[in-house]
């Protein structure tokens, strides 16, 4: 069961390792071809921002991709706990510390799910007011 457990980590850890830097490279990937097809479209071959966006519109936009990164790893992680915690209780043959143990593990996946969904709620709610009273 212990070498599952490293496993299981092991893998995961390999997936974020090698997943985040794609993600994050086709982000910035994508922002460079909107804004080669914008100064393209306007005729501005010495390049520069075709965009009239200001600095505070983007530090709110990676604020949001960095929790949203975050979330989708909190998200990914907690349900592979609440599985290994299944499969635990199923697998505990009635033994007390075993079903307490993985009750207590679905119990903490759970919780961090509501974390994070608050945590998204909460940052949403903040940068649209921040958003609003700098606009105003």
Avoid: W
């Avoid at 390999?14 to 460079?32: D, R």
């Avoid at 119990?107 to 949403?124: E, K």
């Amino acid at each position: 069961m212990l070498q599952k457990l490293k496993f299981l980590i092991l893998s995961l850890s390999s997936f974020l390792i090698l997943g985040i830097p794609a993600v994050a490279t086709a982000a910035v990937t994508q922002g460079g071809i909107n804004n080669g097809l914008c100064n393209g479209a306007n005729g501005n071959l010495a390049g520069g921002n075709c965009t009239s966006a200001d600095s505070s519109s983007n530090v709110n936009n990676l604020i949001t991709d960095i929790v949203n990164i975050l979330s989708v790893i909190v998200g990914v992680v907690a349900v592979i706990m609440i599985i290994v915690a299944g499969l635990r209780y199923i697998t505990s043959g009635g033994k007390q510390e075993s079903v307490t143990g993985a009750k207590n593990t679905i119990l903490y996946a759970v919780i961090g799910l509501v974390v994070v969904a608050l945590a998204q709620i909460i940052v949403h709610f903040v940068l649209n007011k921040a958003t609003s009273a700098a606009g105003s």
